[in-house]
């Protein structure tokens, strides 16, 4: 049911509590997991784009992708990706190219504002996703 | 991990193929599944409550768990309840209650207008919930 997850991260604590659950399903079904970083080429005030912010999201999305990988020990089959682009859209475009089944993605909720404010990018993909999404944040 | 499932249903196609993931994940993790039917109080114009209206949801509601219990033949442990109040509120309510683990919410995503507009139902689980909430619609 589930043979491909995928898991964008953006390098936050969310993101880890989303890999768990994705974890636990992969184990459950023999999925294999995605993780995908993309880089926003936008700067959220002007739309510039800024090449230097982006090389160093680069950065972070590996360093995450890395952290990520090493709590994924035991599950065959991870692939990653770290990418340039506008996160939602290019989450609904990994999705489709690569057959996913299920995309699993935090909600950033820890403190106060974050908590009342679902990530952004977490809700662009909710409303546009074709695959079923799991939104993991709250809890713990 | 996923002991207990709770599928809040509106009565829509949206909230069948939310079932069907459901029930694919109970037969995974023998999980119970909990299914919910909330009659909304408010009138959506006006904020007044019209008493024949909200018992002629609770009877669109009886009607929508029936025909779930039936497409869920071979699932142990289903529960189901019928509830007046605001959606989401009890939605949240009922899960945290029962120690719900995983919520699983149509999107209502069919035809043109409902694909771009998620349910504001489960806008406001996603939003809010303090569990994992798989929400399904746009496939198929």
């Known amino acids: 049911m589930y043979n491909k997850i995928l898991v964008p991260t953006d390098g936050s604590e969310g993101s880890k509590i989303a890999l768990e659950h994705a974890k636990g399903l992969?184990?459950?079904y023999s999925s294999e997991i995605h993780l995908l970083y993309v880089a926003d080429v936008r700067t959220h005030n002007t739309g510039e784009i800024i090449p230097?912010?982006?090389?160093?999201?680069?950065?972070?999305?590996?360093?995450?992708i890395e952290s990520m990988k090493e709590s994924l020990e035991?599950?065959?089959?991870?692939?990653d990706s770290v990418i340039k682009g506008i996160p939602h859209r290019e989450i609904n475009d990994y999705a489709d190219e690569k057959d996913i089944d299920l995309i699993v993605m935090g909600t950033h909720g820890r403190?106060?504002?974050?908590?009342?404010?679902?990530g952004s990018v977490t809700e662009k993909v909710v409303r546009t996703s074709n695959?079923?999404?799991?939104?993991?944040?709250?809890?713990?």
């Open 26 to 28: 992969a184990e459950k």
């Open 52 to 64: 230097n912010l982006v090389a160093e999201l680069e950065k972070i999305g590996e360093e995450s």
């Open 74 to 79: 035991g599950v065959e089959g991870i692939k």
């Open 111 to 118: 403190t106060g504002l974050d908590r009342i404010l679902l």
């Open 131 to 140: 695959v079923p999404v799991m939104t993991v944040g709250r809890e713990d």
